[in-house]
């Protein structure tokens, strides 16, 4: 049967419902799971398909619903998000896990890390980031705020991720339109640093150090340092 205004069959449009991210949000302020609601329901591919206020109704959600993506926040008045994976991670279930908090304590992220959590998201980041990164943790990316870390990689518990390292020559394979001392800049502006920061660790002007971000940002093909961290981090360039 086919739908006469459309001209396709009814059995492929119930295929491209069914084929949207499935996502649950979890968080004790309802004005973050409403704004959260109404930025994901922006987007075709995505629906938010749960909600919970606290730890015990996001674990026994996960578990019954299944959703691709459930997004936690670490404080959930009850039980913690980190709890919440934990109590998960017996169950046979394929959902993706993002912490979406603001905190960023050492031990907070480690411990999320440790659990199994897919992202550790602070909650400053921009709203099209976001949605990026519930597309890209949905295929079975992991994805981590560059402010952590660069926390991860000034602890002991460095260890916590996977530490892809870029030789000269893979770097120069990978990404031959950018320099070398682009290639520092891009690290340190994952690790969260400003321009003038970075003007001071490499002992240039803070004009050449906004410079050398702007080169990076366009030869990465992105908008803006958020994304060229972005980037860098799924590509294991940093």
Same mark, same amino acid.
């Given at each position: ?6 001209? #396709? ?53 996960? #578990? ?175």
């Amino acid at each position: 049967m086919y739908n006469s205004i459309q001209n #396709k069959p009814f059995s492929e449009k119930k295929s491209n419902i069914e084929s949207k991210i499935r996502i649950l949000i979890a968080d004790d302020h309802k004005l973050i799971r409403v704004g959260l609601k109404s930025l994901f329901s922006k987007h075709e591919d995505m629906t938010v398909v749960s909600e919970a206020e606290n730890g015990k109704d996001a674990v026994e959600k996960i #578990k019954t619903q299944h959703p691709d993506v459930a997004i936690l926040d670490l404080v959930l008045g009850d039980i913690n998000g980190i709890d919440v994976v934990k109590k998960i991670s017996d169950e046979i279930t394929n959902t993706k896990i993002i912490i979406l908090t603001s905190h960023i304590k050492d031990s907070d992220v480690t411990d999320s890390l440790k659990a199994g959590v897919n992202a550790y998201v602070l909650k400053d980041i921009k709203s099209d980031i976001l949605v990026m990164i519930v597309r890209t943790i949905n295929e079975g990316a992991m994805w981590i705020d560059p402010k952590a870390v660069s926390v991860l990689r000034n602890s002991q518990s460095a260890s916590v991720i996977p530490q892809k390292t870029c030789s000269r020559a893979n770097f120069r394979a990978q990404h031959a339109n950018l320099t070398e001392r682009e290639y520092e800049v891009l690290k340190l502006v994952v690790e969260g640093k400003s321009n003038l920061e970075i003007a001071k660790m490499l002992h240039i002007s803070e004009h050449t150090s906004k410079a050398h971000v702007c080169n990076i940002i366009q030869k990465l093909v992105v908008d803006d340092r958020t994304q060229a961290a972005v980037k860098a981090i799924k590509e294991g360039l940093v």
